[in-house]
């Protein structure tokens, strides 16, 4: 009976260890969010940094809703801290007059390698 005891509880402790995507350890993401703001013809007007702007961020390839979300600096950058190795998206919105709600979400998509890594995304670029 000991024995069997003794079984579940190292069992436990295996499958407690297993870190999965997500908050708790030592690398991070960090990214840049710009703006293209067009005319009402479509044609671009100008190009920024995106101050002030969410961008989300999901753990893992499976997950199907946001875990985290940040606020862009003045010049358009983010950075997402304290997570472990595995693979991310990140995500904000744009403009879309074709969606009926009328944004559309404008993914990135990120893998950590290794720990203590600060990962550079690619630019999320997004229309106002």
């Keep these: 009976m000991r024995k069997i005891v003794i079984l579940i509880v190292l069992s436990i402790v295996f499958i407690g260890c297993n870190k999965v995507e997500g908050e708790g350890g030592t690398s991070s993401i960090t990214g840049k969010l710009i703006v293209n703001d067009l005319n009402g013809l479509g044609n671009l007007q100008a190009t920024f940094p995106g101050a002030d702007e969410d961008v989300f961020i999901v753990y893992g390839k499976d997950n199907t809703t946001y875990n985290d979300k940040v606020s862009t600096s003045y010049d358009g950058t983010y950075r997402f801290d304290n997570l472990t190795e595995g693979s991310y998206k990140l995500f904000s919105y744009s403009k879309?007059?074709?969606?009926?709600?009328?944004?559309?979400?404008?993914?990135?998509?990120?893998?950590?390698?290794?720990?203590?890594?600060?990962?550079?995304?690619?630019?999320?670029?997004?229309?106002?």
């Design 96 to 128: 879309c007059d074709t969606c009926a709600s009328g944004n559309i979400e404008v993914l990135v998509d990120v893998v950590i390698s290794a720990k203590k890594q600060v990962v550079e995304a690619a630019d999320i670029v997004i229309i106002k």
